[in-house]
């Protein structure tokens, strides 16, 4: 399943800066525009691989993953 999520992002002075609206914590700052882009999407990827990996270990062993529509 793909998702969509939201960059905002602007240049300050020499520097590009930039967010992910939906997922607090994922921000970063590169040089150029696209170096901006690439780090937010390894940075988006990085914090839900930890987020899905620290629900999984505080769940235990008995339970269900069901898909929801927003």
């Known amino acids: 399943m793909n998702q969509i999520y939201t960059a905002v992002i ?10 992910i609206e939906e ?3 994922v921000n ?7 170096a901006l882009l690439k ?3 390894e ?3 990085e914090a839900i ?9 505080a769940v235990g062993k008995l339970f269900e993953e069901l898909p929801i529509a927003v």
């Open 39 to 41: 780090s937010l999407r």
């Open 23 to 25: 997922v607090p914590g």
């Open 43 to 45: 940075t988006l990827i």
């Open 10 to 19: 602007k240049q300050d002075a020499n520097w590009w800066i930039g967010w």
């Open 49 to 57: 691989e930890l987020n899905r990996t620290d629900a999984l270990d």
């Open 28 to 34: 970063c700052q590169e040089s150029t525009r696209e």
